[in-house]
């Protein structure tokens, strides 16, 4: 056995021992699941614990470990070769394991879930592996990006739930930090439209209009003021391609009208006009995505890998069209679903 082995062992044992001197510390490692053992018994042990912590049960005793073991199928399955004997054993020697101290248990408990973190990786990135092997494997980027994001959205909790005192500062700095002109958020280029809503990070914002009501230019607008405050914009769009799109930024840049823009028929002046607004999109952290029939398969693929790449603070979507005939509460609920997939402000 490796000497890594042997570590994470140590630490698996040394939490089953300090829960049963003190069950309580259970509440300090939420984040630590069963399947993050690698020994079955101890999955079975820290269950039990745990569940007896949650009904206020502050004295382990085999007895009751064995109650909860037996409590259900389920679990009977998975501890069917553990006896009240091993349990007893198991308890005895706690007060050689057993540590006394919060910050020793968290200690254990990061070794635990940091080794588990690796292995889960690990598998993760074999699967990856074996995707990428497989010719008729298909959407293989969404699921390698899916096959990632699992695993680092699994091991991302915290443990830690501190008190109110203890994060009022912080929150109240985070507070100052967001207000701009007197806005908190990222203000709209509009002040009126700043008096009900700004772009917060996570969150949804609807313009809705009927056709050819200028809700892409309004779209446009909120895209290049949030270049010019340095946000990093990913532009998705169902009907412009990006040759289209770029004479629409520099007319809107230059005020340069679009047809003259488009049939070079400007000045020398005008031209110059042009040349600097191209430099000066080549330094903006802005993607544009034509994407002619949307699909939440896409729209993730083109997410993910623009993170990657440039980073992202707000998402356009022009336009989102619903795959349903439903109420406008239907349509809301499905905008919702799509921001909670891709975490990030539109």
């Known amino acids: ?57 502050t004295t382990v005793d085999a007895f009751g470990v064995m ?25 005895e020697m706690s007060e050689i394991l057993a540590r006394n101290s919060i910050e020793e248990y968290k200690l254990l408990v990061g070794n635990v879930v940091d080794a588990a973190f690796r292995r889960d990786t690990y598998q993760r990135l074999k699967e990856c592996e074996d995707l990428c092997c497989n010719e008729e494997a298909n959407d293989i980027q969404e699921k390698i990006y899916g096959l990632i994001d699992e695993v680092m959205t699994d091991y991302s909790t915290t443990d830690d739930i501190p008190q109110f005192k203890d994060v009022v500062d912080d929150c109240w700095n985070e507070i100052q930090n967001r207000q701009q002109d007197g806005y908190a958020g990222i203000p709209f280029k509009f002040d009126k439209l700043n008096e009900y809503a700004t772009i917060e990070r996570g969150e949804l914002f609807i313009f809705a209009a009927e056709a050819k009501q200028g809700k892409s230019m309004m779209l446009l607008n909120c895209a290049m003021d949030l270049l010019k405050k340095d946000q990093a914009v990913l532009y998705l769009d169902s009907e412009l391609n990006t ?59 083109a997410v993910k890998k623009v993170k990657h790449v440039q980073g992202l603070d707000v998402l356009i979507v022009d336009y989102f069209k619903g795959s349903g005939e439903g109420t406008a509460f239907d349509s809301y609920q499905e905008l919702g679903k799509f921001v909670d997939k891709h975490h990030c402000s539109r």
Not at 74 to 80: F, V
């Open 1 to 57: 056995m490796k000497a890594d082995e042997i570590n994470r062992l140590d630490s698996e044992s040394g939490i089953i021992a300090t829960l049963i001197k003190h069950p309580d510390f259970s509440f300090y490692s939420e984040n630590l699941l069963p399947n993050h053992f690698t020994n079955r018994q101890n999955r079975c042990f820290y269950t039990a614990i745990c569940e007896m912590a949650k009904n206020n049960i």
């Open 67 to 91: 109650q909860i073991l037996e409590s259900s199928d389920a679990m009977r399955r998975i501890a069917k070769d553990i006896t009240i004997e091993q349990i007893q054993e198991l308890i």
């Open 243 to 301: 040759r289209m799109f770029t004479a629409r930024v520099l007319a809107h840049l230059t005020g340069i009208e679009y047809r003259r823009l488009t049939t070079g028929n400007y000045t020398e002046e005008e031209k110059r006009k042009i040349d600097d607004a191209r430099a000066w999109l080549k330094t903006r952290k802005f993607t544009h995505i034509y994407i002619p029939m949307f699909d939440q398969q896409s729209i993730y693929t």
